[in-house]
């Protein structure tokens, strides 16, 4: 299972860290994303990481924002956003990958978490 959580309310150019929580399988067998789907809109690629946290990927619309980081001995997935802007507003998922590669697409991953809301007021 994935529980993500801290999403809210918070102003422009505001801050967040979400957190996403694994539980129930070997976390250090998946590479780990966070994806946004916003009202209306298609879910997004919005950060992953690699299984052993040092190599990152990021949207563009992102990069430089976001920061995304794992702790692997609490089970952890985090994304720290910086920034914010009223356009980050979406429903945030954390969602797991087994797969060998890096993938930007919802198909290539494997579980997912419930979704967190970030709000972002102008």
């Known amino acids: 299972q994935l529980q993500a959580c801290g999403g809210g309310l918070v102003p422009a150019g505001g801050s967040l860290r979400l957190s996403c929580a694994a539980s129930g399988r070997?976390?250090?067998?998946?590479?780990?994303g966070w994806f946004r789907q916003a009202p209306g809109k298609e879910r997004e690629f919005v950060a992953a990481i690699n299984k052993i946290g040092d190599i990152t990927y990021y949207a563009d619309s992102v990069k430089?924002?976001?920061?995304?980081?794992?702790?692997?001995?609490?089970?952890?997935?985090?994304?720290?956003?910086?920034?914010?802007?009223?356009?980050?507003?979406?429903?945030?998922y954390?969602?797991?990958r087994r797969g060998v590669y890096h993938s930007t697409v919802s198909a290539g991953y494997d579980f997912w978490g419930q979704g967190t809301l970030v709000t972002v007021s102008s």
Do not use: W
């Not at 070997?26 to 780990?32: K, N, S």
């Open 64 to 92: 430089g924002r976001f920061t995304i980081s794992r702790d692997n001995a609490k089970n952890t997935v985090y994304l720290q956003m910086s920034s914010l802007k009223p356009e980050d507003t979406a429903v945030y």
């Open 26 to 32: 070997t976390f250090t067998d998946y590479r780990m």
């Open 94 to 96: 954390c969602a797991a």
